[in-house]
């Protein structure tokens, strides 16, 4: 019989890093997740607000936005619990066993952790620059010589948008890590069920941060 | 004491019990004897069960002993349940 990759630590190992980085659930799991996480989504709430940069959808990172500090806290919130609640009803669909939900809730927040890391990213001068000036070009009509962006702030800028991507693909691993093991599904169904969820929390995240941006 | 091999090396069937010889007189007994269902586990899946009825079937302790998260114990056991599913499946009725 085949074993899941976390289910296989055996007694008394300690966790490496890399299995701190991509496999942290098999270690915390439960109300301990559900503190971390919620914290982790409120402090790349607040750098978001000081580098204007918000999570507008799970899956979504965006840079530019004049909103109320309460949205970009919000945003996160939300984004985290569209994917939650629809994970949890997939898990309960596809899965063979029970599962706890303050499980599957906990580590879906920490699984969003990364996210500081991008709004860390986004808060660095040479990229509010970069963004600063290309809306300012944007804005208005293109001039005959072209735009010029100095060369540091353009490479800082791909740099940090480099980071920010990285950071995504890394948190839609934690946040299908997360599903796998607290609600106990592998291979195909995983997989599916999974995207399925996503594209779903995707849709109604969108639509809720829409009302709530306009409240 | 070795670990009581439960598998055949040769084709993967389960084994039985041939012999089975007393370590005071040496009295042998011989026949063919299947094991019981724990007994044909794994022996890290006897040493889980054996940590989880010591534990009060508390998950949280297990967790706790073995440095796991909650799920990870949870989905050990129910590997545990699957595995004496398929062994009590395969036992001759």
């Given at each position: ?215 | ?5 439960t ?7 389960q ?19 299947g094991l019981s269902v724990l007994a044909a586990l ?41 595995r004496m599913?398929?062994a009590?499946?395969e036992e001759?009725?």
């Open positions: 019989m085949t074993t899941d990759i976390a289910t296989e630590r055996v007694a008394g190992q300690r966790p490496t890093l890399p299995d701190l980085l991509f496999r942290p659930f098999g270690y915390v799991a439960g109300a301990q997740s559900l503190a971390l996480g919620l914290v982790a989504i409120l402090a790349a709430g607040f750098l978001g607000s000081l580098s204007r940069t918000h999570f507008d959808g799970v899956l979504d990172m965006h840079t530019g936005l004049v909103a109320r500090r309460a949205f970009f806290f919000g945003a996160g919130l939300i984004d985290w619990l569209s994917l939650s609640v629809v994970l949890f009803l997939m898990g309960k669909l596809a899965s063979r066993t029970a599962f706890r939900a303050v499980d599957l809730f906990g580590t879906q927040a920490l699984a969003r952790w990364p996210t500081i890391i991008a709004a860390l990213a986004a808060l660095a001068p040479p990229f509010q620059r970069l963004v600063a000036g290309l809306a300012a070009q944007l804005s208005s009509a293109v001039p005959a010589g072209g735009f010029s962006i100095p060369a540091g702030d353009l490479a800082f800028g791909g740099l940090a948008g480099l980071v920010a991507v990285v950071c995504l693909v890394w948190m839609v691993w934690l946040m299908y890590h997360s599903y796998t093991i607290c609600c106990n599904i592998r291979g195909g169904r995983a997989v599916g069920t999974f995207i399925a969820g996503l594209l779903l929390a995707e849709i109604i995240s969108k639509l809720a941060l829409g009302i709530a941006l306009r409240a | 004491m070795r670990n009581l091999p598998t055949c090396p040769s084709c993967d069937s084994l039985a019990v041939a012999r089975l010889v007393c370590p005071e007189c040496g009295t042998a007994v011989e026949g063919s004897f794994p022996t890290e899946d006897q040493r889980f069960i054996v940590d989880f009825v010591k534990s009060s079937g508390s998950l949280k302790e297990m967790a706790r002993l073995l440095g796991v998260s909650y799920p990870t114990v949870r989905n050990r056991l129910d590997e545990i349940i699957a599913r398929a009590e499946e001759p009725t």
